[in-house]
């Protein structure tokens, strides 16, 4: 694909505002809310990006609220630069990367503005990097829900333990009614009191708040057979994060602007390997072999399985200072859809034995469910021919 070794065109740049490291976060919050992301300066030197979702990232966050003494640095952090040699794979490969939301464009040696998420959908409908996947091909499933008489407190729990930031929202009959984002709970939480004055009450408090008081309602689908393109268009002209996929009106999975991303860098990387690994920092790249042999052993045990060849497999690697390790795992079949898996742990080897087990595990149960359904099907065949 040609195409994507072309340097990005500076209209994809779009303008925003900078903050000094110091500034209260307060004092930040509707700028992050309208334009998306905003430039962090330390001593008028980059120093990082804060998003919409960063009012979130930190989920131990307690309450949901800053006080005047949080500075806006303490949310930032710091995502590659880009330039007028940044090429549209290259674009498309950080944004995947680093499950950023804008990154910053620098001319000479001054950040003049910040390229959004938005911009590389656009790029990959523009390229055509979709054309040949459904939607099922793409989604994140299984799907979560949620009852919309639960509170807000275990939403957020629900959240937390399957490591996700959405939730689909149903009633007692298990029927679809909305969708439940961390944003929105954010958005919420985060707002000053004058602009809340229910805040003002102490009864204000997640575990007092319900679901459906918070959920986005009607909710945004699409159906699974769908194509991923027309899923990836609607993500654009209806300026949303994500869509509920459905299938005979259930919700089966979720499809978001990081699995659109996700499946477009991974046809740019796969016709190298079918192993992508990415997020690596200067202390575990030494690693991405061994990394790539254990992951591959994992894939040629899958491929052994009938009817289940694996596409390919990407593993992101992230590492934080509360728990060190954390690492996603998205494995595409060629005839059995996507399986998603993630881990935890203290080491880097420790992280991965665990990812790659819940991969494994996942496959083998979604294999004995297609192998259940086919012999449910052959057993109603069989019994059908003997009535006529």
């Known amino acids: 694909m040609p195409e994507l070794f072309e340097s990005m065109p500076k209209e994809f740049v779009s303008s925003t505002s900078f903050y000094d490291y110091k500034t209260p976060v307060?004092?930040?919050?509707?700028?992050?809310?309208?334009?998306?992301?905003v430039v962090v300066l330390r001593d008028r030197e980059y120093y990082g990006v804060v998003d919409d979702r960063s009012l979130f990232r930190n989920r131990t966050l307690k309450p949901l609220s800053f006080s005047k003494s949080f500075s806006v640095g303490k949310l930032a952090r710091k995502l590659p630069v880009l330039d007028s040699e940044t090429s549209l794979g290259m674009l498309i490969g950080y944004f995947h990367d680093f499950s950023a939301k804008a990154l910053p464009y620098q001319e000479g040696n001054?950040?003049?503005g910040v390229v959004k998420r938005s911009v590389v959908v656009s790029t990959i409908l523009s390229l055509h990097m979709l054309s040949k996947a459904k939607v099922s091909d793409i989604m994140s499933s299984p799907v979560i829900g949620i009852d919309s008489k639960a509170n807000i407190a275990q939403a957020m729990s629900t959240m937390s333990k399957n490591n996700i930031a959405r939730l689909v929202v149903l009633d007692g009959r298990e029927r679809l009614l909305g969708l439940l984002s961390l944003r929105d709970i954010s958005d919420t939480l985060t707002k000053p009191q004058e602009k809340l004055p229910e805040r003002k009450s102490y009864t204000f408090s997640p575990s007092n708040i319900s679901v459906d008081s918070m959920m986005q309602s009607p909710v945004l689908t699409i159906e699974f057979d769908r194509q991923a393109e027309e899923a990836a268009k609607q993500l654009l002209e209806k300026h949303v994060s994500s869509l509920v996929v459905t299938r005979n009106s259930k919700p089966i999975g979720i499809v978001s602007v990081r699995d659109v991303i996700e499946s477009a860098a991974a046809t740019t990387a796969k016709t190298q390997s079918r192993v992508i690994v990415s997020g690596l920092d200067e202390s575990t790249r030494e690693y991405e072999q061994?990394?790539?042999d254990e992951i591959n052993r994992m894939v040629s045990k899958i491929d052994r399985f009938e009817h289940t060849d694996v596409d390919?497999?990407?593993?992101?690697?992230k590492r934080h200072?509360?728990?060190n390790y954390e690492m996603h795992a998205r494995l595409a079949l060629r005839r059995r859809g996507v399986v998603f898996a993630h881990a935890s742990g203290y080491s880097l080897e420790s992280t991965l034995s665990a990812l790659l087990a819940s991969v494994y595990k996942r496959v083998r149960e979604r294999k004995e469910s297609f192998l259940s359904g086919r012999r449910h099907a052959e057993r109603r065949y069989g019994e059908e021919e003997e009535e006529e």
């Open 110 to 112: 001054r950040i003049t």
């Open 312 to 317: 390919y497999i990407s593993v992101n690697v």
């Open 26 to 37: 307060t004092e930040t919050l509707d700028k992050v809310r309208k334009q998306g992301a």
């Open 290 to 292: 061994d990394l790539r």
């Open 321 to 323: 200072r509360e728990r």
